[in-house]
């Protein structure tokens, strides 16, 4: 079973970056595709980005297009995002997951384990 832990959130002000990691362990990391979710109060999970299994493919959220980027070191067993011009409205708990398979895919529908998540806030 995999355990994911993120960390790096914080408060920030509007357009400045914050780069939050998530530690996974208890299965050969490189074997499944990775996600970063959020979800801030009083609204649904949105699905931010999701990188497959090598890295060498990403899918992003509209609201992390151009501003965030997703990456993964497999020898370091980590996952990361990259957080650039943040806005006040990119304020949510922020979640990692991970996906069954190694493919890319994007949304919560083959998500198998969450993170507990890392609050980010970002005033104005």
């Known amino acids: 079973q995999v355990q994911l832990v993120e960390s790096g959130g914080g408060l920030v002000q509007a357009g400045g970056s914050l780069s939050l990691s998530c530690a996974a362990s208890?299965?050969?990391?490189?074997?499944?595709?990775m996600g970063w979710f959020r979800q801030a109060p009083g609204k649904e999970r949105e699905f931010v980005a999701s990188?497959?299994?090598?890295?060498?493919?990403?899918i992003y959220g509209d609201s992390a297009k151009g501003r965030f980027t997703i990456s993964r070191d497999n020898a370091k067993n980590t996952l990361y995002l990259q957080m650039n011009n943040l806005k006040p409205e990119d304020t949510a708990v922020y979640y990692c997951?991970?996906?069954?398979?190694?493919?890319?895919?994007?949304?919560?529908?083959?998500?198998?384990?969450w993170g507990q998540g890392t609050l980010v806030t970002v005033s104005s």
């Open positions: 997951a991970s996906y069954r398979g190694r493919a890319l895919v994007a949304g919560t529908q083959f998500v198998e384990v």
């Open positions: 208890g299965r050969t990391f490189s074997t499944y595709a």
């Open positions: 990188i497959n299994w090598s890295g060498g493919s990403t």
